[in-house]
């Protein structure tokens, strides 16, 4: 198998193997009214506990909703930026992924012009021994 043969062979090995799909991290988030008197936690996509102040009761329904809708609405935007933090605190590093892709490229373009050369040279003598 010549080196060009080679370097097809790992990336089809590559191509087949199966790709691993992790878990998203379970992250939570927290978000209030702006007088802190109703307070959500959202964890992994769901709310997890609500907690209402007593006092917020007096409010009138109009308000207590503006109230909950703001701490929902915060602890989402709290709970995405966790989880986005979470997920790219490992991710790859783009540069890294196409410096080896490159390098990749290049060796297989150099096996290719060596094959390329080897296969002239070989019609060069062929041609030569016919006449």
Same mark, same amino acid.
């Given at each position: ?35 802190? +008197?109703?307070? *959500? ?10 907690? *209402? ?16 809708? %703001?701490?929902?609405?915060?602890? *989402?935007? %709290?709970?995405?930026? &966790? ?5 790219? &605190?490992? %991710?790859?590093?783009? %540069?890294? *992924? ?9 060796e297989a373009a150099r096996s ?8 002239? &040279? +070989? ?9």
């Amino acid at each position: 198998m010549n080196e060009f043969e080679d370097v097809l062979r790992r990336l089809a090995e590559q191509v087949e193997q199966p790709v691993e799909v992790p878990e998203p991290p379970k992250v939570s988030g927290e978000g209030h009214s702006e007088d802190e +008197m109703v307070r *959500i936690t959202v964890s992994g996509g769901e709310v997890e506990d609500v907690s *209402i102040d007593p006092r917020s009761l007096r409010k009138s329904s109009v308000e207590l909703a503006d109230d909950i809708r %703001a701490a929902v609405n915060g602890a *989402i935007g %709290a709970h995405n930026r &966790a989880l986005h933090e979470a997920m790219t &605190a490992d %991710a790859p590093d783009p %540069a890294a *992924i196409g410096g080896a892709i490159d390098g990749i490229r290049e060796e297989a373009a150099r096996s290719l012009d060596e094959y390329l050369d080897k296969m002239t &040279a +070989m019609l060069e003598q062929h041609a030569a021994r016919q006449g």
